[in-house]
Structure formats: C-alpha cells, structure tokens
C-alpha cells in the first residue's frame, strides 16, 4: 500500500478497508500515520480476539452444518476454490439477514475466491493479530462501521477507547 501511495505520487491517502481489509487498512495506519489524510474500518477488528467470539458466535446462532464447514476457515484448510465457494453458500445467511439461496438471475458470488489468502490469513497470522497496542500512533480521524449482527466481527471488536480523548 506504501509503495502504490508513493507510486502515485500522493502525500496522504484515504484509507479505507472492510473485513480483512480492515486489518490490513489498520496496520498501514499505525506503521505510516503521517501518511493517512483519514481512515474508514468496516467490520473489522484490532486483533484476533474476533476469532474466539466468532466461534462463540456461531455456536449460539449457526446450524450444524455452518458450525462443521466453518471449522476449514478456523484451520485454513481450503482446498480449492470449490470448497470455499460452498462455504460461502453454507455460511451466507450467517452474513446477510436477508440472503435467499434462490435468486434467479442474482450470483452471490461477485469476485474470484482465494482459497490460499483466506488459509494464510486463518491458519496463520490472524491467530495472533493484534494491533490494540499501537492505535494510538494513528493521527488521521477514524470512522468506524460495525454491524449490529455481524457474527465475525462484532461490534464490541470496534469500542476503541483512548485515554488522551
């Protein structure tokens, strides 16, 4: 992100991440705060407590089956995009509460899936992400969205409170 910013010739950026890419928007923040103009973080979280809540989460909300195939994204055990894409089929009404399978003409898919990504990131470094240490080196205004329903990164992941405010 760093080296595209200065590919482009910008001074500061607008940093904007959803999910995962919440993670990744964060981290860029707190290593180059003098280069962020300002920062969105969409259903996200600071570290990787979201992994144990998720969990927690889907044993209070998910069906059996959603509990089962979720165990390949806790291992990041995908195997081919056809495994994560019945995933996303199995774990869909988890993300939208207005999901219905049979859309004629809709695709819930819009992207091209990365089973290596999501096993990298899950059966990796997201085990122990944490960057609630370091969030007070971000200058640049936050805005923060969260999902009163997200089942992966709750709300309460997104309560920052910094003691000089």
Known sequence: ME???QYLWQDKI???????????ALNYAVAYPE????LIVIASAASSRFLELAKVNLAQRGTKE???????LWDGKFENEAQLQEYFLVMMPMYSLTYKLAQPGR?????ILSPNAINVAFGGFLRTYNVLEQLHKITAPILVIAGK????CPPEL???????L
């Not at 959603?66 to 390949?72: F, M, W």
């Open 3 to 5: 080296a595209l910013r």
């Open 14 to 24: 607008v940093v904007i991440g959803t999910s995962y890419g919440g993670m990744v």
């Open 35 to 38: 280069n962020v103009q300002s």
């Open 66 to 72: 959603q509990q089962a195939i979720a165990q390949l």
């Open 107 to 111: 695709s819930w898919r819009r992207t």
């Open 149 to 152: 329903h997200d089942w992966i």
């Open 158 to 164: 997104s309560e920052c409170r910094f003691k000089n």
